[in-house]
């Protein structure tokens, strides 16, 4: 899902800079004084800063929640490793436990004898 999530802000981002490259040419061949083109270009390129740095900060929230999920991910897969450690200590434990009393066991037998 969060493949599809880049690629949405991708067409997003791309979309925003060609509404600003083709409203700049637009203005460039229009016939109107230089000084109403160039604040014309200056309003156009504050709104598309301006969108821009809200998209830079959706991709940012993005990437922070992408970055918290993988940690919790992590946390979950260190809790498990660590249960599944534990569980096969507990057992190695037993064994060797049941190993020592049945060589006890033998080792009466073999006094016996």
Do not use: C, H, W
């Amino acid at each position: 899902m969060e493949e599809r999530d880049k690629k949405i802000a991708a067409a997003a981002l791309l979309i925003v800079a060609g509404g600003v490259i083709g409203a700049g040419l637009a203005l460039l061949f229009a016939p109107q004084s230089g000084t109403r083109t160039r604040n014309d270009i200056l309003r156009y390129s504050k709104k598309a800063r301006n969108r821009a740095d809200e998209v830079v900060e959706d991709l940012a929230a993005n990437v922070s929640n992408l970055v918290e999920a993988i940690g919790e991910k992590t946390d979950d897969l260190v809790e498990k490793g660590k249960d599944v450690a534990g569980g096969a200590r507990k057992d190695l434990i037993r064994l060797i436990e049941e190993g020592a009393s049945k060589l006890e066991k033998f080792r009466t037998i073999l006094r016996r004898m």
